[in-house]
């Protein structure tokens, strides 16, 4: 089966490196400043003539209260008037970029990041996605997946309520951790009632998937205490889990130096939280889609993985990588074809920038055919644990063994050591190596060498 996974300290130690998550390929630590407005429309034009489908991300910055471990890009705040000219300034966006797209091409996908969403009034949501229906073909049947992330604190029956009319299907809960303890170092006090009220609610307003956020490595975590937060959100029967690991870098995060570096647990007790946390959610029927995300048997994404249709964008895994993904707010994402492209992840910027009635695009990055091939492989690599060495040479008509010879060496130690096995026909990621298979990515990773690897998190 696809979610078998066997632990074997020796090896996650040898290979738990500091690498990417693979969102995409190249990673955004390639995008550069030579790409901007003019190559967004040019890949939007391109998306029009191919009506292809579309899946929208918007990012709402703003949240009342700092979490001292977060790593988003956010505007810390009580004062709620600050997200009146910046919903102007997004209604802007929208309509600049809509006006380069065909009315055709539907919307599968929408998901509001932050941020806190939820942080914006009943109106302003209401507002917000009346301009995007106005701008968009949003699907009005519910067969879409729309996704809103959600912080309980923000959120009551009254704001579910409205989520659902206004037609969200998923939600996206931050919990961390349940550890009053924990909670107060990180500065995130949040209680299992206010999570529980919030999930019923979705519940009984039929919203078709719940995702639950954990994070293990947080300050005055132990195995044993990270366990009895499991065991609660086990409880709760999300649909699906994501269990983050923890990556404490206050060089690059100003609020993470609010973190007692003293109170992190150490190396080897996150590794028993992991090994704890795999143990406890399969036991409880959850299977492993790979890197941090768990999930029901029958969600869409472990039903995907299981026929290798299952596919990973800047939304992390998906059933709707097909689709070209426009991101809209401060520095949000695009992926149009081959073409990504980032807007300024400077408020002010962004704003100044839409009030001249230009776009914001700061960076980006245009794939060669090289970025395409590598792209490929480690799509397939990450999301269905498995290699096919003759789709890729058919699809971009390349000899593998020849293309990649100087990786081999690297495949062949990785063999070895039970991390994978590999033939002539393919690669197989083992059960031994599914909770490293950043790493056996990592190798088709062309750029990887002349990266600072402190820019990312361990694979563990």
């Known amino acids: 089966m696809l979610d078998a996974i066997r632990w074997d300290t020796d090896l996650i130690r040898r290979y738990d490196l500091a690498g990417p998550r693979y969102t995409s390929y190249p990673t955004a630590v390639q995008f550069h400043s030579q790409v901007g407005t003019f190559d967004l429309l040019h890949a939007l034009r391109e998306s029009r003539k191919a009506l292809r489908p579309l899946s929208l991300y918007v990012h709402v910055p703003f949240c009342a209260n700092i979490c001292y471990y977060c790593a988003c890009n956010k505007v810390i705040t009580k004062d709620r008037g600050r997200a009146l000219p910046y919903l102007q300034r997004l209604e802007q966006e929208i309509q600049l970029i809509a006006c380069h797209l065909d009315p055709g091409q539907k919307v599968e996908q929408l998901h509001f990041g932050g941020g806190t969403p939820t942080f914006l009034s009943h109106d302003e949501l209401r507002q917000l996605m009346s301009h995007l229906r106005q701008h968009f073909n949003l699907l009005d049947d519910d067969s879409g997946d729309y996704g809103i992330e959600i912080d309980p604190r923000e959120a009551d029956w009254s704001t579910m309520g409205l989520l659902r009319e206004l037609g ?11 550890d009053p303890a924990v909670q107060r170092a990180v500065n995130r006090l949040q209680s299992l009632e206010e999570t529980r009220a919030v999930i019923e609610a979705a519940r009984t307003l039929q919203f078709r998937s719940i995702n639950i956020d954990l994070i293990y490595g947080l300050p005055k975590q132990t195995p044993d205490n990270f366990a009895r937060t499991v065991e609660e959100v086990i409880n709760l ?3 699906r889990l994501s269990v983050f690991n923890y990556a404490h870098l ?7 130096r609010r973190i007692n570096s003293h109170e992190l647990p150490e190396p080897t007790e996150k590794l028993q939280m992991l090994q704890r946390t795999i143990e406890q959610l399969t036991a409880a029927g959850y299977r492993y889609i790979g890197m941090d995300h768990f999930a029901l048997p029958d969600d869409e994404l472990a039903i995907a993985q299981e026929e290798s249709t299952l596919q990973r964008n800047f939304q992390g895994y998906t059933t709707h990588g097909h689709c070209d993904l426009i991101g809209l707010g ?8 081959d073409l990504y492209c980032q807007n300024s992840s400077d408020l002010t910027q962004y704003q100044n920038l839409l009030g001249g009635a230009q776009l914001a695009t700061s960076r980006g990055l245009v794939c060669n055919q090289d970025d395409r091939v590598r792209r ?3 799509q397939q690599l990450i999301c269905n644990f498995s290699l ?9 008509n390349i000899d593998f063994r020849g293309y990649f010879g100087d990786l081999w060496p690297q495949l062949q130690t990785m063999a070895e050591d039970g991390l994978i096995t590999l033939s002539n026909e393919g690669i197989e990621v083992l ?5 490293l298979v950043r790493s056996v990515c990592m190798v088709f990773d062309t750029y990887l060498e002349q990266q600072n690897r402190q820019r990312f998190s361990r694979v563990i």
């Open 237 to 239: 029967q999300p649909d």
């Open 330 to 337: 401060v520095s949000a994402i695009s992926q149009i074809g």
């Open 376 to 378: 490929a492989v480690i």
């Open 250 to 256: 206050p060089e690059r995060f100003m609020p993470q």
């Open 168 to 178: 969200f299907n998923r939600v996206s809960i931050g919990l961390q951790d349940l």
């Open 388 to 396: 096919d060495f003759e789709a890729i040479e058919q699809q971009f």
């Open 431 to 435: 059960p031994a190596g599914r909770l």
